[in-house]
């Protein structure tokens, strides 16, 4: 699979269980983005990394934890997550942080189910 | 804070039929504007953006700044442009709390019935 890969696609976890979303992407971008789509909300922006560094922390709570360890990879470890978690997160990247002439890219998103 | 509004949750039209997607922004700086799409069991991707002035799938979107709006439209509606709209907004200019961040409206679940 080209772009942005996400695994995995499904995950259900309990409310004490800890897990981690990873996203991959071989397009040369140099930012990535988590953000969460549930059905009642816009999408929002969770987290932002430009060159491995996080620039944005978008007032998400701590049982949500971003980890970037070079620029084709990004984590999100979950920890003690509440039944409202539940979404679609969707990882995206960009080149150099800004999208004004490629967009984002997006991967297929993992679907969290707490339980 | 910057914001982008898709005052239609749900639009439906028949095949052959012009359709509109309104998207409202407020940015008091230049905006770059952009259109996203998901169809039914795909990713979300990326439609038109309006610094490129392009056509897409018959598509086209018109910045207007003296009305803050960004509306994507079509003058024939396809049966497989059924899907979710989303408008998108991104500051163009580095600095304030605006920068780096793309935000999204609330989406547009476009039906084209045959």
């Known amino acids: 699979e080209t772009g942005v890969t996400q695994t995995p696609r499904h995950l259900v976890m309990g409310m004490t269980n800890k897990k981690s979303l990873k996203c991959e992407q071989h397009?040369?971008?140099?930012?990535m983005y988590w953000y969460k789509q549930s059905a009642k909300k816009p999408l929002e922006l969770m987290f932002v990394?430009?060159?491995?560094?996080?620039?944005e922390n978008n007032s998400v709570p701590s049982r949500f934890s971003p980890e970037c360890p070079n620029s084709s990879h990004l984590f999100l470890h979950l920890h003690t997550l509440q039944p409202e978690d539940s979404a679609l997160y969707l990882c995206?990247?960009?080149?150099?942080?800004?999208?004004?002439?490629?967009?984002?890219?997006f991967g297929s998103g993992t679907r969290l189910t707490v339980v | 804070a910057q914001r982008v509004t898709q005052p239609e949750k749900l639009l439906s039209v028949f095949k052959g039929a012009p359709v509109e997607l309104k998207c409202n922004y407020s940015?008091?700086?230049?905006?770059?504007l952009f259109w996203y799409v998901q169809y039914s069991r795909q990713r979300l991707q990326l439609l038109l953006r309006?610094?490129s002035r392009e056509s897409i799938k018959g598509f086209t979107a018109d910045l207007n700044k003296g009305e803050t709006s960004f509306h994507l439209k079509k003058p024939f509606a396809q049966e497989e442009d059924s899907a979710m709209y989303y408008c998108?907004?991104?500051?163009?200019?580095?600095?304030?709390?605006?920068?780096?961040?793309?935000?999204f409206g609330q989406g547009t679940i476009l039906t084209v019935h045959p």
């Open positions: 309006h610094i």
């Open positions: 995206a990247s960009s080149r150099e942080g800004r999208p004004a002439n490629y967009g984002y890219t």
């Open positions: 990394y430009n060159f491995k560094e996080q620039t």
């Open positions: 998108a907004h991104y500051p163009s200019r580095a600095g304030g709390t605006s920068y780096g961040k793309l935000t």
């Open positions: 397009l040369g971008h140099n930012a």
């Open positions: 940015y008091s700086g230049s905006p770059e």
